[in-house]
């Protein structure tokens, strides 16, 4: 008898020697769960990593539902974000793919949404995670390449610590190291621990240095340009910084005018919301309108849109919006919704004389809406009703600046009250707006690095004493610095030798010497004169500077120009010229530059750049920036804007009158009297540098006029509150100060530096808090009617600064 076997019953031992692309290789695969233990591997998976990485875990893609519960407790509970269905879909399939059947017995799938939520939100992808986000792409991409058998690599072939938190992945690994300055130990580059991935958990240093030029408080000092700032705009509905990733233009077109304005608006309406005012009592809600007292009413402010005034006359209002002027000359008030005539006749600033009002500026006032028929410049205007001119007209009768916001609130740190270390919910502390590290990643390191550098003393060499190392925490302001005044040149060597004497551990880090760095704008003469003039003044100023070889190795010298310093002058003549504004060019410095690299050469020194590199210590180094520009010294621990600006003469001319509370005659004769209090001798020595308001007591004649404050100080304080509470250096019309569009970020206070350099010659000098951020203004470097006298300011890193004079 024969026996015939049929095709299909045919052994399984003899399947794998069928032909590759036989019959047997179209038949059905079985699950991954019943599959046979002896099958031969299959081909290792390409991926974007290097080829000898294999997936050892066989794919398989749970059900979006099935990993929904451990994405929430992941991205929702624990990083407060929030998951899209697509990006939950986009996932699973990558869980699926790379972790395989032991996504959730091996828990592979929650160390992969660890890593996918640290490094979202070190992009600041905001609050809502999409799955067609380019952000969530570019992670999933990056850590494709460094998986291995369902897990993640780590090492010098791994996924680098450091590209998670700040820095693009197209980074290499050296420039992730040095970004920051830190050196991450070894041990912590071999960790597989997850956690360890966000922010700088890896990126330890030791308890004490080890290189002395991490010593060196200079190597922690950044400039920052206003055209390399990251430029960000707040998303009103995702309430949360975005980073604008669209290429700026010096000439956009129009709408981005509206788009700078609305990010402004939305800015300020944002922070005023987070004011403990404007916050509607929930105990008081309860009770009902009918039992809310009186007390509880007023202290909840409530802000109402324009367009919302249609059909409510005589109702009582509280609006936010812009200062702007009608095509009739009318003053009216504009916000996001429309726009509505003014009548300021009766209003009354809220406090009293406490801050300027100008058109440009963002104001709340409280008042009655009035209802008319015809609308105030209708037909001049180009719309009316809703998003246009409202008709009727606004009564206000009191007006104020939006209260300003405390930067540990704005980035959710406390500050003396918790102590330094201590963190707040809410905030914007993982947002990185200067490009140093974010609050929350980098914020606690700097500050222990701060303590550790700025308080032990340096040892200079085995024989020269200890010297404390609390001297190179100073920051020497010198004022406007007209070069083309032989006087000027003459104060600077006054105010450089005194430093220059100090021992060679305690000299100050950094010298800011601002424009106009000549008193007329000589480039708009015309010709090849105004040039060649132009740049004899640099010439005389790095002779100056020569004589000083000490400073110039030790310190940073920072060059702000002004609205006569070139090439911007050639065309305004002197005239207020569009912000920000670019540095002076090299063409005119190159003399300047040879001097500091000359000194750092007979030094046996490197600049800061080629230091690393050389292996020698770090030099000196002359920084020309634009205007304004930021200075961050540790990070975002200190954040120092530097600005100049003759912003109060501006102020003075385009502010709006508003009536006083009615002190009759007296009124009259205190501003006579104190308009004529201000003799050039009332500008001396002992006066100027304790023109700080937390140190200075008022003078007391008579008990009548015992709280009598000066009046520098009352100028001061009043410019003070207007720039910060306003959180703009620019504040006015485009017609009186131009600003580019989109380089409006760098103009844009907030969070609210930790110090701000305003060089206001127009002003009083001063050194004055308020709400946390210390502004100084050094003024002229030559004092007005008073000959041989030179003025400065010294500012102390975290400690304040004071207004100093010399004779020379």
Known sequence: MIVIN???????????????????????????????????????????????????????????????????????????????????????????????????????????????????????????????????????????GNMSGGKIMTGPRGISRQNSLLLEPSQDAENSKTRLGLRPAASALSREDSQTSFGMSSLDFAEEPEDDALNDVRKWLKVIHAFEQPRYTYNAAKKHFERDTSRPSLLPSA??????????????????????????????????????TTSEAMHTHKITPIANLLGRHGSHHMLLGMLVVLPTGSLAISDLTGTITLDLADAVAIPEDSAWFAPGMIVLIDGVYEEEEETAGKGLSGSSGVGGTIGGRFQGFFIGQPPCEKRRATLGVSGLDGGPDHTIGGGFGWIDFMGVGSERAVGTRMRRLEQRILRQPISLDDTAPVVPAGGR????????????????????????????????????????????????????????GGSIEYKEFFDALASTLADYPTLLTTASFIFVPGDNDGWVSAFGGGAVVPLPRKAVPELFTSRVRRVFAAANAEAGLAPPGAAAESGKKMGGEAVWTTNPSRMTVFGPEHEIVLFRDDISARLRRAAVRLTSKGKGDEEGVED????????????????????????????????????????????????????????YLAPFRQAARPVHWDYATPLHLYPLPTAMVLVDTSAPPFCISYEGCHVMNPGSVLVTGRKGVARWVEYELGKGGRVRESTF
């Not at 922070?271 to 008081?284: D, G, H, T």
């Not at 023109?691 to 006029?705: F, H």
Request: glycine content about 8%; hydrophobic content about 35%.
């Open 672 to 727: 006579v009297a104190m308009s004529g209090a201000v003799p050039p001798s009332t500008t001396g020595e002992d006066d100027t540098m304790d023109l700080d308001a937390d140190s200075q007591p008022p003078p007391t004649k008579t008990p009548d006029d015992a709280e009598e404050v000066p009046y520098d100080t009352i100028t001061a304080r009043k410019l003070v509150k207007t720039l910060l509470d306003q959180g």
């Open 255 to 292: 709408s981005h005018k509206t788009d700078a304005f609305r990010n402004r608006f939305n800015v300020i309406h944002q922070r005023l919301l987070r004011n403990e005012s404007f916050q509607p009592s929930a105990v008081a809600g309860a009770r009902g309108a009918g039992r809310k």
């Open 6 to 144: 049929s095709p299909r019953k045919t052994p399984a031992k003899d399947q794998p020697k069928s032909p590759e692309g036989g019959p047997n290789r179209r038949t059905k695969p079985k699950a991954p769960f019943f599959a046979p233990k002896n099958l031969a591997p299959a081909p290792p998976e390409v991926l974007s990593g290097p080829r000898t990485r294999q997936i050892s875990h066989p794919p398989h893609y749970p059900p979006p539902a099935t990993l929904r519960p451990l994405a929430f407790r992941t991205f929702t509970k624990k990083h407060s974000l929030t998951l899209t269905s697509t990006a939950l879909q986009a996932l699973a399939t990558f869980i699926g793919r790379h972790c395989g059947s032991g996504w959730r017995e091996e828990g592979l799938a929650e160390k992969v949404l660890e890593e996918v939520s640290r490094s979202w939100k070190n992009r600041n992808g905001g609050v809502i995670v999409d799955g067609s986000s380019f952000e969530l792409k570019d992670i999933l991409k990056t850590l494709e």
């Open 473 to 528: 925490s100073r920051v020497v302001i010198l004022g406007e610095l007209t070069l083309d005044q032989p006087r000027s040149l003459q104060a600077l060597k006054k105010i450089l030798g005194l430093y220059a004497s100090d021992p060679l551990g305690s000299m100050p880090m950094a010298f800011i010497i601002t424009g106009n760095f000549a008193a007329h704008a000589v480039m708009a003469r015309g010709g090849s």
